[in-house]
């Protein structure tokens, strides 16, 4: 079967990217024939150097003298230089493991003016349907393309939102979602959504658990040693929680801190890691003893990898449902926003039914698929 998905892919993400390989890796597997859909929106333009910033007095210069944005966007975006190794680790992955469509688009006007030849299309991972966010108000991640013959589901979309408030904006998703033929949210909070807007759903695990620890030790070629390191991901840099946690776990262990960073050092941690790409990331978490992040993704690789692990919402996240959503499936609140070492010192609980919701995810792809077959 052909099949073509679509997803934020090119955000520079490293859970973006590869819940993205995740899917793809694991419908390959079954045989069928997958293509992602290289669609990038303007906010997904980190590394584009010239690319100026929307609105403001830097703006308002750049449209007035095009000349400028060589001198303005770059000193912008100066930060972004230091981990320019990053980008090329992210670039090389794309191209040596995703399978993209030959052309990039960058509207859904491009998308609707293409013929695309598939037997099923897919929205999904991650959050795509965040209304608060430019993805969720477009309707590219609503498949809105294509010829209507073509079969339309979603797979583990995540609005990201506890709920969808505007009045303007509920239209449009519930506009939206009647082309779909079956869908499928990352979240019980998703279900809620569409159950409020009338519609029914299921919901399934982020693609990377689709794949096992041995089939991601497989395909991006892992080595498996043991790291003496706590193995610290914090997304905004600046979680107070997250220092405290990692500096008494350090130095109760004797471990050192490595912190993969995103876009500037981590001051107390002992290893610097400007460049890491996707593979690097999953290598040095899977070698870590300990897990100190605020990351869903890097909670999700600790849950697969068997790791130790503590897991903190973001400062600026008002709903960390998808956290707690994935923390109860698998019985381990006990390491969200702990307190103290004692729970990230705890061996993992073995007392999780995760296994069954991976089931019924794949399952949910089989008849969305046979379905598909038999239309």
């Known amino acids: 079967m052909r099949i073509n998905t679509i997803t934020c892919q090119h955000v520079y993400n490293y859970g973006a990217t590869l819940q993205a390989?995740?899917?793809?890796?694991?419908?390959?597997?079954?045989?069928?024939?997958?293509?992602?859909?290289?669609?990038?929106?303007?906010?997904?333009?980190?590394y584009e150097l010239f690319t100026p910033y929307p609105k403001g007095r830097a703006y308002e210069l750049v449209c007035k003298y095009p000349l400028l944005r060589y001198i303005i966007t770059p000193y912008k975006n100066r930060r972004m230089l230091k981990t320019w190794g990053r980008k090329r680790n992210f670039d090389k992955f794309d191209k040596e493991y995703?399978?993209?469509?030959?052309?990039?688009y960058r509207s859904l006007q491009e998308l609707q003016q293409e013929n695309f030849d598939a037997d099923l299309l897919i929205a999904g991972s991650d959050q795509i349907w965040n209304t608060d966010m430019e993805n969720g108000n477009n309707g590219a991640y609503f498949l809105d393309f294509g010829p209507s013959s073509i079969k339309r589901i979603s797979y583990a979309a995540s609005f990201g939102i506890s709920e969808i408030k505007e009045d303007e904006k509920k239209e449009f998703v519930k506009q939206q979602l009647r082309k779909f033929n079956s869908i499928s949210v990352r979240e019980k909070t998703g279900l809620n959504i569409l159950h409020n807007l009338g519609f029914e759903g299921c919901q399934v695990v982020d693609p990377v658990f689709l794949l096992s620890k041995k089939d991601w030790i497989e395909s991006l070629k892992l080595q498996e040693k043991d790291g003496d390191y706590i193995f610290l991901y914090d997304f905004t840099h600046d979680d107070h929680r997250i220092s405290?946690?990692?500096?008494?776990?350090?130095?109760?262990?004797?471990?050192?801190?490595?912190s993969l960073n995103d876009f500037s050092h981590v001051p107390y941690a002992d290893i610097q890691i400007d460049n890491a790409g996707p593979i690097e990331f999953v290598q040095l978490l899977s070698?870590?003893?300990y897990v100190i992040s605020n990351s869903f993704h890097a909670t999700a690789f600790?849950?697969?990898f068997d790791k130790k692990f503590a897991t903190f919402p973001l400062l600026t996240q008002k709903n960390p449902s998808r956290m707690t959503d994935l923390m109860n499936a698998n019985n381990m609140m006990e390491r969200f926003m702990p307190?103290?070492?004692?729970?990230?010192?705890?061996?993992?609980?073995?007392?999780?039914?995760y296994?069954?919701?991976?089931?019924e995810s794949c399952l949910f792809l089989q008849r969305s698929i046979n379905s598909s077959i038999n239309k």
Request: hydrophobic fraction near 35%.
């Open 302 to 304: 600790s849950i697969i």
């Open 355 to 359: 296994q069954k919701y991976i089931d």
């Open 287 to 289: 070698n870590a003893k």
């Open 244 to 258: 405290k946690l990692s500096k008494d776990l350090a130095q109760k262990e004797r471990l050192k801190i490595l």
């Open 21 to 46: 390989f995740a899917l793809q890796e694991f419908l390959e597997r079954w045989g069928h024939n997958v293509e992602i859909i290289d669609f990038r929106l303007p906010s997904h333009t980190r």
């Open 339 to 353: 307190s103290d070492v004692g729970a990230v010192c705890e061996d993992m609980n073995e007392d999780t039914n």
């Open 98 to 104: 995703l399978h993209l469509s030959p052309r990039t």
